[in-house]
């Protein structure tokens, strides 16, 4: 059985993670920068948000940010563990048989967990799944898909990750 109070307290700060990140750090503090989240959301302040990633990951260069500036107005935690080291964390937490990321864990105050939402939200994995085929027959180049997907983060403004982060915890919290 997974002990979340441990992997958690074990995970890094968002400052730690965005050292790692070198030429892609600009890409974040765009996706910062850019990032719209209501200043009237009510989070409760007794949870705890474990990350599973990569700084290679474009995705999380695009999700950490928004979940950053949303947790910034209260006293919720993230931390941040790299899936590569940790891969019996990652195994929990497949995406059609895959090591897919960032995933984001929801914990209670408690380290229990309590949902969980990634690698991305439903409109970006829609965008890859449309041209899932044409790169499998070399019609597309994924790099080609990938940037289609960038494109959309970065004119979604971090509302396609709110909203899926926000179904998560709310689904989390009701379950309770």
Not at 64 to 90: A, C, G, T, W
Not at 100 to 105: N, T
Request: proline fraction near 4%; aromatic fraction near 8%; include cysteine.
């Amino acid at each position: 059985m997974i002990n979340y109070l441990n992997d958690f307290n074990r995970g890094m700060t968002i400052n730690d993670y965005k050292e790692l990140l070198e030429d892609q750090l600009s890409v974040y503090e765009l996706h910062f920068k850019k990032a719209v989240v209501a200043d009237t959301l009510n989070l409760p302040d007794d949870l705890k948000i474990l990350i599973i990633t990569e700084p290679w990951c474009g995705d999380s260069t695009a999700i950490l940010p928004v979940l950053q500036k949303l947790f910034m107005k209260s006293n919720i935690e993230i931390r941040i563990l790299r899936r590569d080291e940790n891969p019996d964390l990652i195994d929990s937490f497949l995406t059609n048989g895959g090591r897919a990321i960032p995933i984001v864990v929801v914990l209670d105050k408690k380290g229990n967990y309590l949902g969980h939402c990634g690698p991305r939200p439903s409109e970006a994995r829609a965008i890859f799944d449309m041209h899932r085929t044409a790169i499998k027959n070399g019609d597309i180049e994924k790099s080609d898909v990938i940037r289609k997907i960038r494109t959309f983060y970065a004119k979604d403004k971090g509302s396609a990750i709110l909203n899926s982060f926000l179904r998560t915890l709310n689904n989390a919290l009701s379950d309770e």
